[in-house]
């Protein structure tokens, strides 16, 4: 075999295995046996003649040659899959939207709907991007939304990303809280209390690290971590019996026994973006970004308004906080 005939099963496991950096999750992730994924690497180094990866009993890292092969790597497999698809009909393209309520990736799900009815766009709903990335890198899920930058590198760099809108965040409070007679919640307000934000929940790292940094210096606790609540009534019981104030964005669910209130003083904003997998395509898709790039353009989505606060790195695009 010349480097000309190259499987392109073979560039795919290399790529996973240049993305992982360990080769027992790059197997996992491709649904093969870690002997298998090691003798095609083997084979493409044979291949190339050149050795792509320095392996220790500590850790896997791309040699020269290997960083020189991945971007054609993928390149190539973007275009293969790209044939594939070309001559398939498109399989339904699997989204998640986080959770079954209302949410800003529902209004960008039903308007890509209506851009492509031809389309099957199926909802689906994870909880958590942290989870929902390592889906889709795996390939069980195409594509989802939240706060991807506050992502690990190890999930984020499979991931293509579109921001979508700087949602403002807000309090869900029981409905007896001192808070709950006000309108809208200084944040500094919050001082004092013990607010849930998901912590000890692994689907919603991500989440909770927006959360954490928020909190930070203001004398707002994080809750510790409890099992996840399920469903509106359960949430509610849990709630009622913590007292335990709860971080959500404006368009969460109203539940039962609650109040939802914006917090303001400054306003806090969580960047909410698209993802899906680096090189892939897929006419749902496309209607999902046009849905998206649309409905951000008409509802000022990514103007942060005067006063909100953006978490660190990207404060400079807010009226500051």
């Keep these: 075999m010349t480097p000309r ?6 560039l795919r496991g290399f790529v996973a295995v240049a993305e992982e950096l360990h080769f027992t999750r790059a197997a996992a992730r491709l649904y093969v046996a870690q002997q298998a994924l090691s003798r095609d690497v083997r084979r493409l180094e044979r291949a190339l003649g050149a050795v792509l990866f320095v392996r220790t009993t500590r850790a896997v890292e791309l ?3 290997g960083e020189r092969l991945l971007p054609p790597a993928r390149r190539v497999l973007a275009a293969h899959e790209e044939l594939a698809d070309a001559f398939t009909a498109p399989r339904p393209l ?12 529902r209004v960008v799900l039903e308007r890509a709907r209506e851009l492509a009815p031809d389309c099957e766009l199926m909802a689906r709903f994870e909880s958590g991007l942290t989870h929902a990335a390592a889906e889709i890198a795996a390939g069980r899920l195409d594509v989802s939304f939240g706060y991807a930058d506050g992502l690990g590198p190890a999930l984020r760099t499979p991931l293509a990303q579109l921001p979508v809108r700087y949602e403002p965040l807000a309090v869900l409070l029981p409905e007896g809280h001192a808070l709950a007679a006000r309108q809208a919640v200084p944040l500094d307000a919050l001082a004092g209390e013990t ?3 998901g912590a000890g929940n692994p689907r919603t790292l991500e989440w909770t690290g927006l959360a954490r940094e928020l909190f930070a ?8 971590p409890a099992p996840v609540a399920v469903g509106e009534e359960e949430f ?4 009622a019996k913590t007292g335990h104030p709860v971080l959500a964005t404006v368009d969460f669910l109203d539940m039962p026994g609650c109040v939802k209130r914006p917090l303001v003083d400054p306003v806090p904003l969580s960047p909410l973006s698209m993802v899906w997998r680096q090189g892939f395509g897929h006419p749902g898709l496309d209607a999902l ?5 649309s409905l951000a353009a008409e509802r000022g989505w990514l103007e942060p308004p005067p006063g909100s606060r953006l978490p660190a790195g990207l404060t400079h695009a807010a009226g500051g906080g």
């Design 63 to 65: 040699t020269a040659d």
């Design 217 to 224: 210096g203001r004398g707002i606790r994080m809750a510790p």
């Design 289 to 293: 970004r046009a849905a998206a790039a």
């Design 5 to 10: 005939d190259v499987d392109p099963r073979l």
């Design 236 to 239: 509610s019981r849990v709630m």
């Design 94 to 105: 699997l989204v998640d939207l986080n959770t079954a309520g209302p949410s800003t990736g």
């Design 195 to 197: 607010v849930y934000a």
